[in-house]
């Protein structure tokens, strides 16, 4: 096997040279010749094809290469005494130091590791940790106070000291305007206590801007990440106090941290609002019509036996059809299509190998179909039903902390991901509705990442196509396209609209071409001529990409940042990647962080001016609020306003902002 793949430089070797041979001819080759010293040594006179000759010849090098890469060397010293290959006792305090350098958290975990912060800080510039008291009950007119928790312990730590603290008054405390507080999630604690004033800090937030590829922001973690070191305590063992003072001391690092990269303003200003807004609405929920999903579940289950049984029918017999081996047996041996792809495990059945087969047979466009109502049915008919609380309601967690672009995610279950690109997943919308004599308005910017594009690029073209009131789309195919905007025909916008989007995310040719169904020639041409048409925004993707090289991260308006260790990496695709990384999170970011800042607005308006409006939800640039029918013009006038004011820029901000009685109906 050695020498066949020697001969072949298999792809999988990364050998070049001659791998244009083929497995047939290489296999047909060493069967005939035994080695591939045989076939070089008589390379001239052997009776093979001439085009065949050529590539063995140009090939001999990487050839007797790859051989000796995958020969195994028997005449390596080996120490032969058995002693020295048995287990020491393990240094863990060195180990635990030289891990938490190294950043190995995960490895520290699974080998029961704790970090050594105090003696890893031992020869570097930092002043020793002061020594704490502990106190029996709380100083009076403590002003700036940490506060540590877990399920039933509770601790307050200042500058001086630290106490244990019941529940009452850890709850006080968290309603006391003037004492500032350092606290970790406080999503989680409103959701228990309610309101939380004059919080300087969340520690989870904190380390989540700090670093936001981590997998991981608890209080140990990031102990551990920051080398916090836990200042002395008098004469105590009591661990839960000893956890206290250390995240006290975590929180400082994360102050320091956030202060050096110019983010603490962006914590302070959007990130801590934030959280008790997101707080509020998981506890608020979306009203859901039960018997509606169910009905559509069972809908959907009839559509897919009648699907089942067509596909049985075309093909010939019975099959599972979640199955990809049985599938492709039917579909690339018993109906003898075309197979795209074959893994390990038999053919390729996915979404692209179908979509490019669909024309080829009926069975195909019968198979997505099925696949399409059988997602519908499982994740959404039936799976929303699963998450409905005793309050008839869905009630959603928001994730403030997980996507690098500053965006939120939903989970468990994820209302984000409702679908919107068919009319079976539009209709999923019907089904959660509004309480009797309450509406649902439905706002969401237009275009808001062109929008924050043109600010930043400050191209002047795109400036004034957006302050002329044209649509975007419209004026951009009028200007690639080199003709009148009356004349634009839908094509033509559809294809810039695809460019328009497709710039901010980086798209190249190959992409775009896919996408619009053209050839790659014409998606270059489309892309080159919408840069020309836009100069600014082609010198804002070369700059910010070579400036990112040189700071290692890029930033969005209001200073958030994503770290690119891809833009030095020895891999072209990573690379690549990062650049594109580059051109898009500062656009898709600061569009977050304006999405937050008017979720921020619409909530502290909605509490002044219509106590019983709730915000419910948020799907990136879409917010949706439940209140009383008679307020509904109202609240989206309020809608419309406060998310326009929430950043001022060259080119305007613009929701539109509609409401009904269900999420379809309210999305107009």
Same mark, same amino acid.
């Given at each position: 096997?050695?020498?066949?793949?020697?001969?072949?430089?298999?792809?999988?070797?990364?050998?070049?040279?001659?791998?244009?041979?083929?497995?047939?001819?290489?296999?047909?080759?060493?069967?005939?010749?035994?080695?591939? &010293?045989?076939? $070089?040594? !008589?390379?001239?006179?052997?009776?093979?094809?001439?085009?065949?000759?050529?590539?063995?010849?140009?090939?001999?090098?990487?050839?007797?290469?790859?051989?000796?890469?995958?020969?195994?060397?028997?005449?390596?010293?080996?120490?032969?005494?058995?002693?020295?290959?048995?287990?020491?006792?393990?240094?863990?305090?060195?180990?635990?130091?030289?891990?938490?350098?190294?950043?190995?958290?995960?490895?520290?975990?699974?080998?029961?590791?704790?970090?050594?912060?105090?003696?890893?800080?031992?020869?570097?510039?930092?002043?020793?940790?002061?020594?704490?008291?502990?106190?029996?009950?709380?100083?009076?007119?403590?002003?700036?106070?940490?506060?540590?928790?877990?399920?039933?312990?509770?601790?307050?730590?200042?500058?001086?000291?630290?106490?244990?603290?019941?529940?009452?008054?850890?709850?006080?405390?968290?309603?006391?305007?003037?004492?500032?507080?350092?606290? $970790?999630?406080?999503?989680?604690?409103?959701?228990? $206590?309610?309101?939380?004033?004059?919080?300087?800090?969340?520690?989870?937030?904190?380390? $989540?801007?700090?670093?936001?590829?981590?997998?991981?922001?608890?209080?140990?973690?990031?102990?551990?990440?920051?080398?916090?070191?836990?200042?002395?305590?008098?004469?105590?063992?009591?661990?839960?106090?000893?956890?206290?003072?250390?995240?006290?001391?975590?929180?400082?690092?994360?102050?320091?941290?956030?202060?050096?990269?110019?983010?603490?303003?962006?914590?302070?200003?959007?990130?801590?609002?934030?959280?008790?807004?997101?707080?509020?609405?998981?506890?608020?929920?979306?009203?859901? &019509?039960?018997?509606?999903?169910?009905?559509?579940?069972?809908?959907?289950?009839?559509?897919?036996?009648?699907?089942?049984?067509?596909?049985?029918?075309?093909?010939?017999?019975?099959?599972?059809?979640?199955?990809?081996?049985?599938?492709?047996?039917?579909?690339?041996?018993?109906?003898?299509?075309?197979?795209?792809?074959?893994?390990?495990?038999?053919?390729?059945?996915?979404?692209?190998?179908?979509?490019?087969?669909?024309?080829?047979?009926?069975?195909?466009?019968?198979?997505?179909?099925?696949?399409?109502?059988?997602?519908?049915?499982?994740?959404?008919?039936?799976?929303?039903?699963?998450?409905?609380?005793?309050?008839?309601?869905?009630?959603?967690?928001?994730?403030?902390?997980?996507?690098?672009?500053?965006?939120?995610?939903?989970?468990?279950?994820?209302?984000?991901?409702?679908?919107?690109?068919?009319?079976?997943?539009?209709?999923?919308?019907?089904?959660?509705?509004?309480?009797?004599?309450?509406?649902?308005?439905?706002?969401?910017?237009?275009?808001?990442?062109?929008?924050?594009?043109?600010?930043?690029?400050?191209?002047?073209?795109?400036?004034?196509?957006?302050?002329?009131?044209?649509?975007?789309?419209?004026?951009?195919?009028?200007?690639?396209?080199?003709?009148?905007?009356?004349?634009?025909?839908?094509?033509?916008?559809?294809?810039?609209?695809?460019?328009?989007?497709?710039?901010?995310?980086?798209?190249?040719?190959?992409?775009?071409?896919?996408?619009?169904?053209?050839?790659?020639?014409?998606?270059?041409?489309?892309?080159?001529?919408?840069?020309?048409?836009?100069?600014?925004?082609?010198?804002?993707?070369?700059?910010?990409?070579?400036?990112?090289?040189?700071?290692?991260?890029?930033?969005?308006?209001?200073?958030?940042?994503?770290?690119?260790?891809?833009?030095?990496?020895?891999?072209?695709?990573?690379?690549?990647?990062?650049?594109?990384?580059?051109? !898009?999170?500062?656009?898709?970011?600061?569009?977050?962080?304006?999405?937050?800042?008017?979720?921020?607005?619409?909530?502290?308006?909605?509490?002044?001016?219509?106590?019983?409006?709730?915000?419910?939800?948020?799907?990136?640039?879409?917010?949706?609020?439940?209140?009383?029918?008679?307020?509904?013009?109202?609240?989206?006038?309020?809608?419309?306003?406060?998310?326009?004011?929430?950043?001022?820029?060259?080119?305007?901000?613009?929701?539109?902002?509609?409401?009904?009685?269900?999420?379809?109906?309210?999305?107009?």
């Amino acid at each position: 096997m050695i020498e066949l793949k020697a001969l072949m430089g298999d792809s999988s070797d990364n050998i070049p040279g001659v791998a244009g041979v083929g497995e047939k001819t290489a296999t047909d080759l060493i069967s005939r010749y035994h080695s591939i &010293d045989y076939i $070089y040594e !008589n390379l001239d006179t052997l009776e093979i094809k001439e085009g065949v000759r050529k590539k063995l010849a140009d090939g001999k090098e990487s050839a007797f290469l790859s051989r000796k890469l995958g020969t195994i060397c028997k005449t390596a010293p080996i120490d032969g005494d058995i002693e020295n290959y048995k287990t020491k006792p393990c240094d863990k305090s060195a180990l635990a130091r030289l891990m938490t350098k190294l950043e190995f958290f995960k490895l520290m975990e699974k080998m029961g590791l704790e970090a050594d912060n105090r003696q890893l800080q031992i020869g570097l510039d930092t002043e020793p940790a002061a020594k704490v008291k502990v106190f029996e009950s709380l100083p009076e007119n403590l002003s700036k106070v940490t506060l540590f928790n877990t399920d039933e312990d509770f601790a307050c730590v200042w500058d001086e000291g630290v106490c244990r603290i019941d529940e009452d008054t850890f709850k006080s405390l968290l309603k006391n305007g003037s004492v500032q507080k350092r606290l $970790y999630d406080i999503k989680t604690l409103y959701k228990q $206590y309610g309101e939380i004033l004059n919080a300087s800090l969340d520690a989870m937030l904190a380390g $989540y801007l700090c670093n936001p590829a981590s997998s991981s922001y608890s209080p140990e973690r990031l102990a551990q990440e920051y080398g916090a070191v836990a200042p002395e305590t008098e004469n105590c063992d009591d661990e839960f106090i000893k956890n206290a003072t250390l995240f006290y001391a975590t929180c400082d690092c994360l102050e320091k941290e956030l202060e050096k990269t110019e983010q603490l303003n962006l914590l302070k200003e959007i990130e801590i609002p934030l959280a008790s807004v997101l707080g509020d609405m998981e506890l608020c929920g979306f009203l859901v &019509d039960k018997e509606g999903l169910c009905k559509l579940s069972d809908s959907l289950g009839e559509r897919i036996s009648v699907l089942e049984k067509d596909i049985y029918s075309l093909v010939g017999y019975e099959f599972n059809l979640n199955s990809p081996k049985q599938l492709g047996v039917a579909l690339f041996e018993k109906l003898g299509l075309p197979a795209k792809k074959k893994t390990k495990s038999g053919y390729s059945t996915n979404a692209e190998v179908l979509e490019e087969l669909k024309d080829a047979h009926p069975a195909v466009e019968y198979l997505l179909e099925y696949r399409k109502l059988a997602k519908l049915k499982s994740t959404y008919a039936d799976g929303l039903q699963n998450c409905i609380s005793e309050d008839g309601r869905i009630h959603t967690t928001f994730n403030q902390t997980e996507a690098r672009t500053g965006r939120i995610s939903s989970l468990e279950p994820n209302l984000q991901n409702i679908p919107v690109r068919t009319e079976e997943g539009r209709k999923l919308r019907e089904y959660f509705i509004s309480p009797k004599g309450r509406v649902l308005c439905d706002a969401d910017y237009s275009q808001i990442e062109l929008r924050v594009l043109a600010h930043i690029a400050n191209d002047e073209n795109m400036i004034n196509a957006f302050k002329s009131g044209a649509d975007i789309h419209t004026a951009t195919a009028a200007q690639v396209f080199g003709m009148p905007l009356d004349m634009v025909t839908p094509v033509m916008r559809s294809r810039a609209k695809a460019v328009n989007f497709g710039i901010v995310y980086g798209i190249g040719a190959f992409s775009l071409s896919k996408d619009i169904g053209v050839t790659r020639k014409e998606a270059d041409s489309y892309i080159k001529s919408y840069l020309e048409t836009y100069p600014s925004v082609a010198a804002y993707m070369e700059n910010t990409i070579e400036q990112a090289k040189v700071d290692g991260f890029v930033k969005t308006l209001f200073g958030r940042r994503r770290y690119l260790p891809e833009l030095h990496n020895s891999n072209g695709m990573l690379r690549a990647f990062g650049e594109r990384v580059a051109r !898009n999170a500062p656009i898709q970011g600061t569009a977050a962080d304006i999405i937050k800042i008017a979720m921020i607005r619409v909530f502290e308006s909605l509490k002044k001016e219509f106590p019983s409006a709730k915000l419910i939800l948020q799907v990136h640039d879409e917010l949706i609020v439940e209140c009383d029918e008679c307020e509904a013009k109202a609240v989206c006038s309020l809608l419309e306003k406060e998310m326009a004011a929430a950043r001022e820029m060259t080119v305007d901000l613009i929701a539109d902002a509609a409401f009904g009685k269900n999420w379809l109906e309210a999305k107009g």
